[in-house]
Nanobody, 119 residues
């Protein structure tokens, strides 16, 4: 069982920046992957950025060069720095972790945090 607590969402103007943080209840060292997804109103949930246990990062094409995912093992957090925000980035952002137990993978999701980019 993993509990995730998200923070950092809010209202920001286009071109602004926002930093999201996801705090896990256990060491992120044991996670297979950890990352951020988002779901805009009326849209499918999509991958934004992920950080694997091997150190590989993966970004959606729409956020490359603007968003940066990072991790802090000591604090058990994974952050998402969002720069040059656009109205199209407006969505509920969810933190997700995946844990491997034996041959099975378990996924855990945060409650989501609203990000609104508007003038």
């Amino acid at each position: 069982q993993v509990q995730l607590v998200e923070s950092g969402g809010g209202l920001v103007q286009p071109g602004g920046s926002l930093r999201l943080s996801c705090a896990a209840s256990k060491s992120i060292f044991s996670f297979n992957s950890m990352g951020w997804y988002r779901q805009a109103l009326g849209k499918q949930r999509e991958l934004v950025a992920t950080f694997s246990s091997g150190g590989t990062t993966d970004y959606a094409d729409s956020v490359k060069g603007r968003f940066t995912i990072s991790r802090d093992n000591a604090k058990n957090t994974v952050d998402l720095q969002m720069n040059s925000l656009k109205p199209e980035d407006t969505a509920v952002y969810y933190c997700k972790v995946a844990v491997m137990v034996a041959v099975s993978e378990y996924e855990y999701w945060g409650q989501g945090t609203q990000v609104t980019v508007s003038s």
